[in-house]
């Protein structure tokens, strides 16, 4: 069972940049065996999806309001996936979570992924 473990949230100014890392701290198959999505949630909103990785870093997807941007990645020898945030608004304020599935080849944002870590808090403000 994966042990997913987010970093790199906290405090930025609009237009500045943030790069979030998600990693499997307790798996026995390791993150490269999951397609991994990032998903957030603000302070009275519904939770919503940011964007997703295949299994071998060939497929991505992006939500709308993050597409441009942010981007993201995936090192499987080090067991890690990132978003990279730049152009950060203060309506990308949320709680950022990272969540796997076992799906290999593509991703989508509207699976219902397994696997979730705690989260990681990101705020932007002047």
């Known amino acids: 069972q994966l042990q997913l473990v987010e970093s790199g949230g906290g405090l930025v100014q609009p237009g500045g940049s943030l790069r979030l890392s998600c990693v499997d701290s307790?798996?026995?198959?390791?993150?490269?065996?999951?397609?991994i999505g990032w998903f957030r949630q603000a302070p009275g909103k519904e939770r919503e999806a940011v964007s997703c990785?295949?299994?071998?870093?060939?497929?991505?997807n992006f939500a709308d309001s993050v597409r441009g941007r942010f981007t993201i990645s995936r090192d499987n020898a080090k067991n890690t996936v990132y978003l990279q945030m730049n152009s950060l608004k203060p309506e990308d304020t949320a709680i950022y979570f990272c969540?796997?599935?076992?799906?290999?080849?593509?991703?989508?944002?509207?699976?219902?992924?397994?696997?979730w870590g705690q989260g990681t808090q990101v705020t932007v403000s002047s």
């Open positions: 307790g798996g026995t198959l390791g993150l490269g065996y999951y397609t």
């Open positions: 990785i295949s299994r071998g870093g060939g497929r991505t």
């Open positions: 969540a796997a599935i076992a799906i290999p080849f593509s991703c989508s944002l509207s699976w219902n992924y397994t696997y």
